[in-house]
């Protein structure tokens, strides 16, 4: 779900991050063998495939939550736990091959990013990587409905149209950029998997709208009347507010964050 490079070890144990977490060029190990950049089809496939495991875990272990108990708390907290331990495994694996982006928003704010200069995909990749994250979440969602015997495509009935549900869209969202780009300006990446992770976590609870935070996963939790889903009427909505959170959370990274000037 993010602009995610995870760090790799080598042989004598020293560490880099790779250049699309951080702003500078890697620097191997003497005798390692230098990095390359996956090729674009290669991160796509992360891409794709990610997002659609991300929204099978939301959308199944909401299916299964509902299923084992009434309770709707015990419910948003199987639901959020699964999200939480997913979301982890799901950037140390597909993290060094496309950062683990699975969001349009980390995508678009990472393109935004490379065109002021700093580190980022281009706008070739961009029109790469976000059709492959919406389609990998409509996929996962049909697939968490096939899993669990639901019909694969049920248009969700559940309204989140009301506007604190939208404000609680613009801070997790926002929440979400400073948290990635702010770990990417202090060098940090490194704790990305248990950060982000953490966080989407608590936003579930936190926030109003149990932070969606994705424009694709929005898209793809509408394929499914369970209890992940987001009624259709209700998606433009959610995914408006999520892109001015993208603005927002960029804003924050650039005040909090601002580079200070070389010592004299």
């Given amino acids: 779900m993010t602009a995610i490079e995870a760090t790799e070890h080598d042989r004598a144990g020293e560490s880099a991050i790779a250049p699309a977490a951080s702003g500078a060029e890697p620097q191997p190990a003497p005798g390692a063998t230098p990095p390359q950049t996956p090729p674009l089809i290669a991160r796509a496939a992360a891409e794709l495939v990610g997002t659609a495991a991300l929204v099978a875990i939301v959308v199944g272990s909401?299916?299964?939550?509902?299923?084992l108990t009434k309770d709707v708390g015990l419910q948003l907290l199987a639901n959020s736990t699964a999200t939480v331990f997913g979301l982890g495994v799901l950037i140390?694996?597909?993290?060094?091959?496309?950062?683990?982006?699975?969001?349009?928003?980390?995508?678009?704010?990472?393109?935004?990013?490379?065109?002021?200069?700093?580190a980022?995909?281009?706008?070739?990749?961009?029109?790469?990587?976000?059709?492959?994250?919406i389609g990998g979440a409509i996929t996962g969602t049909v697939l968490a409905d096939a899993m669990f015997g639901e019909p694969l495509v049920k248009w969700s009935t559940h309204d989140r149209s009301a506007g604190h549900l939208l404000l609680g869209e613009v801070v997790a969202t926002a929440g979400l950029i400073l948290l990635?780009?702010?770990?990417?300006?202090?060098?940090?990446?490194?704790?990305?998997?248990?950060?982000?992770?953490?966080?989407?976590?608590?936003?579930?609870?936190?926030?109003?709208?149990?932070?969606?935070?994705?424009?694709?996963?929005?898209?793809?939790?509408?394929?499914?009347?369970?209890?992940?889903?987001?009624?259709?009427?209700?998606v433009a909505?959610?995914?408006?507010?999520?892109?001015?959170?993208?603005?927002?959370?960029?804003?924050?990274?650039?005040?909090?964050?601002?580079?200070?000037?070389?010592?004299?």
């Fill in 62 to 67: 909401g299916i299964q939550a509902t299923d």
């Fill in 237 to 264: 909505g959610f995914i408006g507010m999520q892109l001015v959170g993208g603005v927002v959370g960029l804003a924050l990274v650039a005040l909090i964050f601002m580079r200070g000037r070389p010592a004299e």
């Fill in 120 to 133: 980022g995909v281009t706008l070739r990749e961009a029109a790469v990587y976000v059709p492959a994250q």
């Fill in 92 to 118: 140390v694996l597909l993290g060094p091959v496309s950062g683990a982006h699975f969001n349009p928003a980390v995508t678009l704010a990472e393109w935004w990013t490379a065109r002021r200069g700093g």
């Fill in 180 to 234: 990635i780009f702010g770990l990417a300006r202090t060098d940090r990446l490194r704790f990305a998997p248990v950060a982000v992770a953490s966080y989407i976590g608590a936003a579930y609870w936190f926030t109003s709208s149990t932070s969606f935070a994705n424009p694709a996963v929005t898209i793809g939790r509408a394929f499914t009347d369970t209890f992940a889903g987001i009624a259709p009427g209700s």
